[in-house]
């Protein structure tokens, strides 16, 4: 196969990513299961279905757009593949009621790998009329799963100052979050926010000249501060890691791929926590019962190397932490 797949879209380090769930994947044997929680347009769920052969996939994605399309690609792997239309931090109530083989093996012997796919996919960036990109005039929708109420539209039309601001800063580390906020309030009292060309250009005339030559396209940080709230990207990171974590069978590895620094954190506080013993410190060896039941596979936050990055510029801003699990005595997160 090569690189960029029949969809067009190229999955991120889809070896290396097949390559940290490997061991797990191969010593579960036939009861292997791996869930993919961001299942996108496929890509990396039929790497994994084509490299382990013995294995089974159950994918995870809110777009129910998205998750047909992927299902219809994903058809000749017969019943390996599973698919849960669902938002991934229903992952645990996924898997307590799914039905059919895959859904039985979980809940008998626990997952044996996991890959979240942090962000918005690239096959939802091409869709213009999803609001994503700011490289081109669409309505300001941003929604993943089009099912739910809140749009980026919304937002900028009911949100007061200070909530706008707060979502600008804290999501987009935007340095102009209150003039910004300031603008919106003032502009759409004028008219609603409805496309985005309109808060493109309120953009370039808020943010100043010199800000806007550095850092890249003015808009990134306030699209994507208005994206993380809308698809509440944040709170379903933190709900997701005791769930995932939880349902690991021993040996079991989760892999999370993060293109922002506030997703990276919380991802890289929850495995502090997992892999930290809880003896009192300067001990020189654990206690009964204080040795972590987790411990780190990746050192730190692997990136991609120059040749991924060639090939997939998607992948220059992507942080991989991967975990395992070593026992069976922490608190099951949701099998």
Do not use: W
Not at 240 to 254: K, S
Not at 295 to 321: I, M
Request: charged share 25%; proline share 5%; aromatic share 6%.
């Amino acid at each position: 196969m090569n690189d960029r797949d029949t969809f067009g879209h190229i999955p991120v380090m889809r070896e290396r990513m097949a390559e940290l769930l490997q061991p797990a994947v191969e010593a579960a044997g036939d009861n292997a299961v791996i869930v993919d929680g961001t299942l996108g347009a496929g890509g990396h769920t039929e790497f994994f279905l084509q490299t382990f052969p013995h294995a089974s996939v159950i994918g995870i994605d809110r777009d129910a757009a998205s998750l047909a399309g992927a299902t219809e690609r994903l058809a000749p792997f017969g019943d390996r593949f599973a698919p849960v239309h669902a938002r991934f931090d229903a992952l645990a109530d996924s898997l307590a009621t799914g039905t059919g083989r895959v859904f039985g093996t979980v809940r008998k012997t626990g997952v044996a790998g996991a890959l979240f796919d942090l962000g918005v996919s690239s096959m939802q960036l091409d869709q213009r009329d999803r609001g994503f990109a700011y490289k081109t005039d669409a309505p300001l929708d941003m929604r993943m799963d089009p099912s739910q109420p809140l749009t980026a539209a919304d937002i900028l039309n009911t949100y007061n100052h200070g909530d706008i601001a707060r979502i600008l800063k804290v999501y987009g580390d935007e340095r102009f979050a209150g003039k910004i906020a300031s603008a919106v309030v003032r502009e759409r009292d004028r008219e609603p926010f409805a496309t985005s060309a309109r808060l493109v250009e309120l953009l370039y005339s808020t943010i100043p000249a010199a800000a806007r030559r550095t850092g890249g396209h003015p808009a990134k940080r306030t699209f994507q501060a208005l994206r993380v709230e809308v698809n509440r990207e944040l709170e379903a990171l933190e709900n997701v890691l005791p769930q995932v974590t939880g349902a690991l069978m021993v040996g079991g590895r989760a892999v999370f791929m993060s293109y922002q620094s506030l997703e990276d954190r919380i991802v890289k506080k929850a495995f502090k926590e997992l892999t930290e013993s809880s003896a009192p410190a300067g001990l020189p060896m654990d206690l009964p019962g204080t040795a972590p039941d987790f411990r780190l596979v990746t050192r730190g936050a692997e990136k991609a190397d120059a040749a991924e990055r060639e090939r997939n510029p998607r992948s220059a801003s992507v942080r991989v932490r991967c975990i395992e699990r070593m026992t069976t005595t922490t608190a099951e997160g949701g099998t």
